[in-house]
């Protein structure tokens, strides 16, 4: 085990509470800029703190209209909140068209609140593997929570479980379709489902709809989802939705299984980034090399297939030695 990285003057700044350096530092994370790799080493030890909690569900349910109901909540409870908007469809736009889409209120200048949107642009590593060193950062600045929103994709939103220690899955009622997107993936991420919209008929029989639902799954690790109904609109049911996140938050501590989780959630991304990394320097080989250009050549004229090749590159072993720092 070596000392603690030495902290570079972006680290620095972060710690500080430096916006504009944090701005820049999450863009870098989403450009994939291998520049920013010593600071988020840096900070490293110094995130852990900041509880992050996403924010799933279907299109247009209202995810961002009750994230700004936990912020006014979380902040006149006096914590302080980040928030990630996470969008896999648009394009890089430097986080300013996304802004229109999280619509969300806040003070402006609240020194409490940092907003940032993401576009994901299909990264390597998934949309999780960024969000997280994201919430990271926001952890090393001193965030108490992260509020991740991820926005109209089952893949995306079932990622959101790679990062958050809290999912919330909101839907609306009458359930239908939903009911085939929970089928799909979103039912297992849930630790808490919101049926957004009650001041809508209907929210009572689809909550009903999903405890029964739930009461048919196993349930895993020993917490059942809580249901629970909710008009952002109306600003009714914020508190109770709240209390049932920090609920699932004291079980993962009291129930002894946030480490576990958050060992397993931290090899998916050392895979994740090793994956990455060795299939980036094997695609530079490959554009370099002139024995594995050799290969190719063979590869396309069908004298070598490539399950074979794909062997005889692994046995000729990695180009360069793994170093550890
Ligand atoms: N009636 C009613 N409408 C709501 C409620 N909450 C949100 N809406 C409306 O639903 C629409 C979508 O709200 P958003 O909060 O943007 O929903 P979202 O899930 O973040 O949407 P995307 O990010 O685009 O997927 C808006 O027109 C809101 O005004 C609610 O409790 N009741
Ligand atoms: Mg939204």
Redesign the pocket.
């Known amino acids: 085990m070596r000392g603690r990285p030495r902290l570079t003057q972006a680290a620095r700044q972060v710690l500080a509470q430096d916006r504009r350096v944090l701005g820049r530092l999450i863009s870098a994370v989403e450009n994939r800029d291998p520049k920013v790799i010593p600071t988020l080493r840096a900070l490293y030890p110094r995130t852990g703190r900041a509880r992050v909690i996403g924010i799933a569900?279907?299109?247009?349910?209202?995810?961002?209209?009750?994230?700004?109901g936990l912020l006014a909540h979380l902040r006149a409870a006096g914590r302080t909140v980040g928030v990630v908007?996470v969008?896999p469809s648009s394009p890089f736009t430097g986080g300013s068209v996304l802004g229109d889409?999280?619509?969300l209120e806040r003070e402006p200048g609240d020194p409490g609140v940092f907003i940032r949107s993401m576009a994901s642009r299909g990264h390597l590593g998934g949309i999780a593997a960024a969000t997280l060193e994201v919430t990271r950062l926001l952890d090393a600045f001193g965030m108490d929570f992260v509020l991740v929103?991820t926005?109209?994709s089952g893949q995306v939103d079932v990622e959101v479980r790679e990062v958050a220690s809290t999912a919330v899955v909101?839907l609306v009622p009458h359930l239908g379709d939903e009911v085939q997107t929970l089928k799909a993936g979103l039912f297992e991420i849930a630790d808490v489902f919101c049926v957004?919209?009650?001041?809508?008929p209907g929210a009572d029989l689809a909550a009903k709809d999903l405890r029964e639902l739930i009461s048919l799954a196993r349930s895993t690790g020993g917490w059942t989802p809580r249901i629970l109904t909710?008009?952002?609109?109306?600003g009714?049911g914020i508190a109770e939705l709240w209390a049932a996140i920090e609920a699932h938050e004291r079980f993962l501590d009291e129930a002894g299984t946030r480490a576990a989780t958050e060992r397993r959630r931290l090899s998916a991304e050392i895979v994740g980034l090793v994956t990455e990394r060795v299939g980036h320097d094997l695609a530079e080989s490959l554009r370099r090399d002139p024995r594995l250009s050799n290969l190719l050549d063979r590869v396309l004229s069908r004298e070598v297939d490539p399950h074979s090749a794909v062997e005889q590159i692994l046995r000729a072993g990695p180009r360069r030695p793994i170093r550890v720092p």
């Open positions: 569900g279907p299109l247009g349910v209202g995810k961002s209209s009750l994230l700004n908007a969008d889409r999280i619509r929103e926005v109209g909101v957004n919209k009650s001041d809508l909710a008009s952002a609109r109306d009714v």
